[in-house]
């Protein structure tokens, strides 16, 4: 899967756990997905397991730094960095 695969397959995720009020357009790589209110804090905890099966992010083994999780751009930038250890 390449770069902007990851991308397309992350914002579709996205769209399945987004508040339902929200635009999903209406956001950028860059914008925090809880403080724009595309989603809530408690959907974190589901993008940590789409990481972990979709990307085999293991967080028991590095646990989970909320700064990766902050943006799309962020959690691209944490699958690209995990796929090359």
Do not use: N
Not at 20 to 34: K, R
Not at 63 to 70: Q, S
């Amino acid at each position: 899967m390449d770069a902007e695969q990851k991308k397309q397959h992350l914002l579709d995720f996205l769209q399945t756990i987004q508040r339902p009020d929200y635009p999903h357009e209406g956001i950028d790589e860059g914008s925090s997905l809880v403080e724009s209110g595309l989603i809530d804090s408690l959907a974190l905890l589901e993008i940590v397991m789409y990481l972990e099966q979709t990307h085999r992010i293991d967080f028991a083994e590095r646990g989970i730094d909320p700064g990766d999780l902050r943006s799309v751009r962020s959690i691209l930038d944490l699958i690209a960095r995990e796929s090359q250890t």
